[in-house]
């Protein structure tokens, strides 16, 4: 992340904990893009206190701007999960070879992953988060190491099959 222009969807609790974790990790500007403006701006002011964060409406030519000038885009919202879902954006807009992230991990590819991999892209999908989340509860919750070798094998045989 350090030094990566990062451009988030969503604005919710999710989109709060990966914002700050993008900053965190180094990011020299996070954008935030939100359908609701104002609560895009909560989460913005909230972040911005870590680093540089910007925060736009989810308008299409504010996306198409945006994305030529990123080289990470990360999905927080629930768009993707069901296969009646509208797209987010337009996602020919994506740019050749960049890192896509979406923190859905079922279904394992979500059209915005599949879009971003049809451009050569990285895609990740939150199946790694959510295995990192249970680790970590796991070792609160027992004082002992997580299985996380386990832990995966066994998300991915009960989500994937």
Same mark, same amino acid.
């Given at each position: 992340?350090?030094?990566?222009?990062?451009?988030?969807?969503?604005?919710?609790?999710?989109?709060?904990?990966?914002?700050?974790?993008?900053?965190?990790?180094?990011?020299?500007?996070?954008?935030?893009?939100?359908?609701?403006?104002?609560?895009?701006?909560?989460?913005?002011?909230? =972040?911005?206190?870590?680093?540089?964060?910007?925060?736009? @409406?989810?308008?299409?030519? +504010?996306?198409?701007? =945006?994305?030529?000038?990123?080289?990470?885009?990360?999905? +927080?919202?629930?768009?993707?999960?069901? @296969?009646?879902?509208?797209? =987010?954006?337009?996602?020919?807009?994506?740019?050749?070879?960049? +890192?896509?992230?979406?923190?859905?991990?079922?279904? @394992?590819?979500? @059209?915005l992953l599949a879009a971003a991999k049809k451009k050569g892209c990285k895609a990740i999908n939150g199946l790694g988060m959510l295995l990192?989340?249970?680790?970590?509860?796991?070792?609160?919750?027992?004082?002992?190491?997580?299985?996380?070798?386990?832990?995966?094998?066994v998300l991915e045989e009960e989500l994937y099959g």
């Amino acid at each position: 992340l350090e030094g990566k222009r990062v451009t988030m969807f969503g604005a919710g609790g999710a989109a709060r904990a990966v914002g700050y974790a993008v900053l965190k990790g180094g990011a020299k500007f996070l954008n935030i893009v939100n359908r609701n403006f104002s609560r895009g701006k909560e989460v913005g002011e909230l =972040l911005g206190r870590r680093g540089n964060v910007l925060v736009f @409406p989810l308008k299409e030519e +504010t996306v198409a701007t =945006l994305l030529k000038d990123t080289d990470i885009i990360i999905n +927080t919202t629930s768009v993707g999960m069901k @296969p009646e879902d509208p797209s =987010l954006f337009d996602y020919s807009l994506i740019p050749e070879g960049i +890192t896509v992230v979406d923190i859905i991990y079922n279904p @394992p590819e979500t @059209p915005l992953l599949a879009a971003a991999k049809k451009k050569g892209c990285k895609a990740i999908n939150g199946l790694g988060m959510l295995l990192w989340q249970g680790a970590f509860a796991f070792e609160i919750w027992t004082s002992r190491k997580a299985p996380v070798d386990v832990m995966r094998r066994v998300l991915e045989e009960e989500l994937y099959g």
